[in-house]
């Protein structure tokens, strides 16, 4: 699932796991009164699935090296966490020197990839359920890694990991990975043929991220506020989700509420490196399509939503993919390209 930042892709990632998480068996309080507990069914499982759930949203590093080692700190604390199953009888002998290899940081690139996979093993067994796997920001590193010059590098780990935790797994029972932009297929994914995406244009999910134009006015209406729905409108509602015409970015109308004042909340919410990155080196043309936007004016061109970093520096539309995918561009309407598999937006 893609989303621009600041949208609730970790407060949603959080939600499912506190929902499915063992850790969380006798908390179904925190879903009585919502939708899902009104089916005896959800309510059963509830708490009952062994969960590993890491976030890539702090990989923010310069040089491969140590973007490598923070994502094996991330899988060590992840065994930590689960690190009183290692002595139990369901795992045996070899099983548990893998366990102590992760957990002392020691291994190589073949222990790291195939670690999550393990761990999804160790906790079937244990549990006698498949796991569930959320992977939240996973695009994090590898938009550092194009920014810095280490892309190739990454994509290779990144690869071999991905394959063996969400293809080659048969412990494997659901997964769910958010990020910013969905990035190639053939760069990352070439091994994974079981993913359903959903993309900004996708119309399933559409409300689930961001705010509708509903809940903000019934919002603003009981914090005293109703009288800047106007304002509030003009400066918030600039995202479109699938066929959702006002979709509000929830970071920037939880500090409006906050401080009672309109502010660039969701601009200051990043460097904006990549994007600065590709103005900075853009040609001619993209400077100049650049000035029509910041005129208001709209511009058409072709649109690819599976990001080639690696192409970004020679390819237009890869580039205006990217800032639709990041939420600096919305969609005014579109038109499919049916012999080349792409839409015109």
């Not at 309510?43 to 890539?56: A, E």
């Not at 970004?312 to 579109?334: F, P, R």
Request: charged residues 25%; glycine residues 6%; hydrophobic residues 35%.
């Amino acid at each position: 699932i893609t989303r621009p930042r600041r949208f609730g892709k970790t407060l949603n990632i959080s939600m499912v796991e506190e929902f499915f998480s063992v850790d969380y068996a006798d908390r179904g309080d925190l879903f009585e009164g919502l939708f899902i507990w009104n089916d005896e069914k959800y309510r059963n499982i509830q708490g009952t699935y062994p969960v590993i759930s890491l976030s890539f949203a702090n990989v923010k590093e310069s040089n491969y090296s140590d973007t490598r080692k923070k994502i094996c700190q991330m899988i060590t604390d992840v065994y930590v966490k689960y690190s009183y199953i290692k002595d139990s009888d369901a795992l045996t002998d070899t099983d548990r020197n893998f366990f102590n290899r992760i957990l002392a940081e020691n291994y190589d690139d073949s222990d790291a990839t195939l670690a999550l996979h393990k761990l999804s093993d160790f906790l079937m067994r244990y549990y006698g359920k498949k796991v569930v796997i959320l992977l939240d920001e996973y695009d994090t590193p590898m938009q550092e890694a194009y920014i810095h010059g280490f892309w190739e590098e990454l994509v290779a780990f990144t690869r071999s990991l991905f394959n063996a935790t969400f293809k080659t797994n048969p412990y494997l029972g659901r997964a769910i990975m958010t990020g910013i932009t969905r990035v190639s297929k053939e760069s990352v994914f070439s091994d994974l043929n079981n993913l359903k995406v959903v993309t900004t244009t996708s119309n399933e999910y559409a409300t689930a991220f961001g705010f509708t134009e509903e809940e903000v006015f019934q919002t603003l209406d009981e914090y005293g506020y109703g009288d800047q729905k106007e304002k509030v409108k003009w400066w918030y509602d600039g995202f479109v989700f699938g066929n959702q015409k006002d979709i509000y970015n929830p970071w920037s109308i939880i500090n409006f509420l906050d401080k009672g004042k309109i502010g660039t909340y969701w601009a200051n919410t990043s460097s904006n490196s990549l994007v600065g990155k590709l103005i900075r080196q853009g040609n001619r043309d993209i400077k100049t399509t650049f000035e029509k936007l910041l005129s208001r004016e709209t511009i058409y061109c072709p649109i690819d939503e599976q990001i080639v970093y690696n192409q970004l520096d020679d390819n237009d539309a890869a580039i205006w993919s990217l800032l639709l995918a990041s939420g600096y561009l919305k969609v005014v309407e579109y038109e499919e390209k049916g012999e080349e598999g792409k839409d015109t937006l």
